[in-house]
């Protein structure tokens, strides 16, 4: 290989780190919150500045207007409770409103008694989360006649929502108009939200059905790391948008996005997720914005306006998903329940093509060895069977090079400063051993995409949160928690905090394994002739193995077991190849050909 394909390969892989580092260092700014924006005209606010659409029917109410309702009668007012085999938690009689709910299978922390995963909160706690359903009020009705985020409901049947037994609420709005909604779950993370009216009164109405998604803040946890989507997320006839927190809209200048035939929309977290689901026949409108007064994000579906004569009713029916990211639990709710494209609400990123497909070998891997860190070796053993081939090539041609290395410094040297020469003398020297410099570069390149695609399954994915591998690897998802700090647990004070600079210093075992198997690795490869590059390759693997000391565990498994598969691929292939590693030897001339029977 050649001082410029070195070049090629140290400027990639440099490049490929420092955007990494700078985006980790440096994320995007925070937009500046404006207090003195005003609410849009088009809406209307509820007393905790909920946000809520009108009807379009012709002469319409232009808006709702707020109730007198207080946070703390939201607190106090009464409650269903929530209990499924995945969900806990409860829904408030103001307003209907889904805005208590945690996640029964997923802990804080892998601690002893750490708490489960709070997903939904009401008005009044730290961060008020929730989903809300209502009626928007159109011809010959006030925004008094509809029910709203303040509205009281009473149970009409049931009094625990369970997978087994739905409850339904109704509200009589005095008027002539009844309005009910029946909502129910399933085992997993659905819920099925269906809204009814019924005009008993003398005269034409119009209203529209809506479901408001809302978030008092950006989320306490917030990751703002660029590999990873956080905020609001849509689908609208097969076109994904993901909208960051920083890119809200203001409330005054909202979009109102047709739904031709089926979508869905809401928040997404780093593995929770809560989604608005309308019906496919009803016809919808999402919208998604900021009330940047009161730094409420939220995003709206609603539906088509509705048309009823005295003595008719009529009702609509929304999903609402609200849980955790299981992949094989969004599959079915794509494949079996027909929301159309629901597990690219996953952030596969631009190379799904490859997060997509590795993902799924990862989690079938996983299901028949049941340990997700021997699963990502045996991925790594299946990918290095794809690409050899390829390295076959590549790997006789670097040894070719090392062995040749002895002739290339003498034509350097012989050459002195003309760079002509000396390129004429190579290429002369490569077309008469038959070596193509280049191809050993194109394994180490394909590297680059794969290995950010496992980073990337690895950051984002569910499946590794809290995945245990052996011993100490209790979080494949986090870095090694040994450390060299405290000699790996036997002294007794702990090791540094995670992220500090003391924790990128004293690094745990598995980068230490990292930066001896890259070293092992780098061996078999022929060295530059130039003393400088000579120096940066030889340091290379040390700067890794500090740099992603702070990476996930899983991610340095798969380097691990990258780098050995390489190092035994090539040194078998060279050996058959008749050339012999010499590992431990002159790193300029650790190859020799075997001795030929034949020669004296």
Same mark, same amino acid.
């Given at each position: ?349 631009? @190379? /799904?093509? !490859?997060? +997509?497909? $590795? #993902?799924?070998? =990862?989690?079938?891997?996983? *299901? ?82 794969? @290995? /950010?695609? !496992?980073? +990337?399954? $690895? #950051?984002?994915? =569910?499946?590794?949160?809290? *995945? ?82 702070? @990476? ?49």
């Amino acid at each position: 290989m050649d001082d410029q394909n070195k070049n090629l390969i140290l400027a990639t892989a440099l490049s490929f780190l420092v955007i990494m580092t700078w985006f980790v260092l440096f994320p995007p700014p925070e937009q500046p919150v404006d207090p003195n924006a005003p609410a849009t005209s088009e809406t209307a606010e509820t007393s905790d500045g909920v946000t809520t659409p009108t009807a379009d029917a012709t002469g319409a109410g232009a808006t709702d207007t707020a109730s007198e309702a207080t946070e703390a009668a939201a607190v106090d007012a009464p409650r269903l409770q929530i209990d499924t085999p995945s969900l806990k938690g409860s829904l408030s009689l103001q307003g209907g409103r889904i805005d208590q709910l945690s996640l029964k299978n997923y802990r804080q922390t892998l601690a002893p008694g750490s708490d489960i995963v709070q997903l939904l909160q009401p008005v009044g706690a730290d961060a008020p989360y929730y989903a809300l359903f209502g009626w928007a009020p159109g011809n010959g009705l006030t925004a008094e006649q509809v029910p709203n985020a303040n509205t009281i409901w009473q149970v009409d049947s049931g009094d625990t929502l369970t997978p087994d037994t739905p409850v339904t609420l109704i509200w009589d709005n005095g008027n002539g108009q009844i309005f009910r909604r029946q909502i129910s779950v399933d085992a997993d993370f659905m819920f099925d939200i269906t809204q009814s009216v019924e005009n008993t009164g003398d005269g034409n109405l119009s209203l529209a059905p809506y479901g408001i998604l809302a978030r008092h803040g950006e989320p306490v946890d917030l990751k703002n790391f660029f590999i990873l989507h956080e905020g609001g997320i849509r689908m609208v006839d097969g076109e994904l948008t993901e909208t960051d927190y920083d890119d809200f809209d203001p409330a005054n200048a909202l979009e109102e996005i047709p739904v031709t035939q089926n979508g869905w929309t809401g928040f997404t977290d780093h593995y929770w997720m809560t989604t608005l689901i309308p019906a496919d026949d009803v016809g919808a409108k999402f919208s998604t914005f900021r009330d940047t007064r009161r730094n409420i994000f939220q995003t709206n579906a609603k539906l088509s306006t509705q048309s009823l004569a005295p003595g008719q009713s009529v009702s609509v029916n929304t999903r609402l998903f609200a849980g955790a990211k299981e992949w094989e639990t969004i599959r079915n709710y794509q494949n079996d329940a027909g929301v159309e494209g629901f597990l690219d609400s996953i952030d596969w990123g631009w @190379f /799904f093509f !490859l997060t +997509k497909p $590795i #993902f799924w070998l =990862l989690h079938n891997l996983n *299901a028949l060895i049941g340990n997700m860190g021997w699963s990502i070796i045996a991925l790594t053993l299946i990918i290095k069977a794809v690409l050899l081939p390829l390295a076959f090539k590549s790997y006789v041609s670097m040894a070719k090079m090392k062995e040749l290395q002895p002739q290339m410094e003498k034509i350097k040297e012989s050459a002195g400063d003309d760079r002509q020469a000396l390129q004429k003398e190579m290429m002369a020297l490569y077309k008469k051993e038959k070596v193509n410099p280049a191809s050993g570069c194109l394994p180490i390149l394909l590297q680059i995409p794969i @290995f /950010f695609s !496992l980073y +990337k399954v $690895i #950051f984002v994915t =569910l499946e590794l949160r809290h *995945a245990p591998w052996i011993g100490w690897i209790k979080d494949l998802s986090a870095p090694d928690p040994s450390t060299i700090y405290n000699l790996w647990g036997i002294f007794p004070w702990d090791g540094p905090e995670p992220g500090s600079i003391l924790a990128l210093i004293f690094i745990g075992i598995l980068p230490l394994i990292l930066g001896i198997s890259m070293w092992l690795q780098q061996k078999l490869n022929p060295a530059p002739t130039d003393p400088t590059q000579q120096m940066i390759f030889a340091w290379m693997p040390w700067v890794f193995m500090f740099m992603l000391g702070s @990476f996930a565990s899983g991610l340095v498994v798969y380097w691990i077991a990258n780098n050995m598969i390489t190092f035994s691929q090539q040194y078998l292939i060279m050996r058959s190849q008749g050339y012999k590693p010499d590992v431990f030897g002159n790193i300029r001339s650790g190859f020799k050909r075997k001795a030929n029977p034949d020669d004296k």
